[in-house]
């Protein structure tokens, strides 16, 4: 993180869990996270988007296979008012079987909770290369 960054607004859904996971990790990196002002940086977590896609199927016609997208649109501004929007997207394979719908269910939620943990992780990147002086 840029040294000169101690603190940053981020703008996000109240139930946005990468805007969680962001304000967290910036905490972990003692950068406060505070309300916005003029001057201050932001980061601004758009509404994540989760698309799929069918990648196979089995003999009978049920889908064996998906493709997972992830897409999160997010914008930063730096403290003298410049805005960079960026579009975080990931993807992800996923096996699909009817005969273990359950553990199939606790599946895809790990396979997303890594997905939004990605989504940090890139975000705290383009971070980095846009919010520098």
């Given at each position: 993180?840029?040294?000169?960054?101690?603190?940053?607004?981020?703008?996000?859904?109240?139930?946005?869990?990468?805007?969680?996971?962001?304000?967290?990790?910036?905490?972990?990196?003692?950068?406060?996270?505070?309300?916005?002002?003029?001057?201050?940086?932001?980061?601004?977590?758009?509404?994540?988007?989760?698309?799929?896609?069918?990648?196979?199927?089995?003999?009978?016609?049920?889908?064996?296979?998906?493709?997972?997208?992830?897409?999160?649109?997010?914008?930063?501004?730096?403290?003298?008012?410049?805005?960079?929007?960026?579009?975080?997207?990931?993807?992800?394979?996923y096996q699909d079987d009817p005969n273990f719908a359950l553990a199939k269910t606790r599946e895809f939620e790990l396979v997303?909770?890594?997905?939004?943990?990605?989504?940090?992780?890139?975000?705290?990147?383009?971070?980095?290369?846009?919010?520098?002086d």
């Amino acid at each position: 993180m840029p040294e000169n960054l101690t603190e940053v607004s981020v703008q996000a859904s109240k139930r946005s869990e990468v805007a969680t996971g962001l304000r967290r990790a910036l905490a972990q990196r003692q950068i406060a996270v505070v309300p916005y002002s003029d001057g201050t940086p932001v980061i601004e977590v758009g509404q994540e988007k989760l698309d799929r896609r069918i990648l196979s199927l089995t003999p009978s016609g049920q889908v064996a296979e998906y493709e997972f997208i992830y897409t999160l649109p997010i914008r930063f501004v730096h403290a003298s008012g410049q805005a960079q929007e960026q579009t975080i997207e990931l993807s992800r394979d996923y096996q699909d079987d009817p005969n273990f719908a359950l553990a199939k269910t606790r599946e895809f939620e790990l396979v997303i909770r890594e997905m939004r943990s990605d989504a940090v992780q890139r975000a705290l990147i383009l971070m980095n290369q846009y919010l520098r002086d």
